[in-house]
């Protein structure tokens, strides 16, 4: 016969409040400051107490210094190089984008005016004759009924 051992329930975590975020990531920078305070001291009594190895450990420092600075330079460099490829990319590219954009838009405005010339404001002043002449007709239409004798009428 097995026993059977019921699952262990782990606690819910409590959800970070920013509040609580402020608080963990103020003494986390506190921290740290704290630590490199301590090296730096720690440091500079071992220089003080081995001028030696201070020696040895400076001149590794400066040629670290220099073969950086080298590397950096060089990343300069393509830098430079990859963001003039860039403007030459905008100008050989997006210029003529631009001006076939350009180009597009002042054929549609175009297209645009001699649809408005040619087929809409002949439309208008033909709907604005139509109308002219329905009115006209309602009005004639009115006044031969007004005229007429109301022995016709009924």
Excluded: C, W, Y
Aim: proline share 6%; charged share 15%; glycine share 4%.
């Amino acid at each position: 016969m097995e026993l059977e051992v019921p699952p262990v329930q782990e606690p819910n975590p409590e959800p970070v409040t920013p509040a609580g975020q402020e608080r963990r990531t103020r003494f986390l920078i506190i921290g740290g400051a704290i630590l490199v305070l301590a090296l730096l001291i720690t440091a500079i009594v071992l220089m003080a107490k081995f001028p030696a190895t201070t020696v040895v450990i400076r001149d590794i420092a400066i040629v670290f210094v220099a073969v950086t600075t080298f590397f950096i330079g060089i990343a300069m460099l393509v830098l430079i190089v990859q963001i003039q490829a860039l403007i030459q990319v905008l100008q050989e590219e997006v210029r003529p984008l631009l001006a076939s954009a350009n180009d597009t838009a002042s054929t549609v405005r175009g297209t645009t005016e001699f649809v408005s010339e040619n087929l809409v404001s002949p439309l208008i002043k033909a709907a604005g004759f139509t109308a002219a002449m329905r009115r006209v007709a309602g009005e004639l239409h009115s006044m031969i009924a007004a005229i007429r004798p109301r022995s016709e009428h009924n």
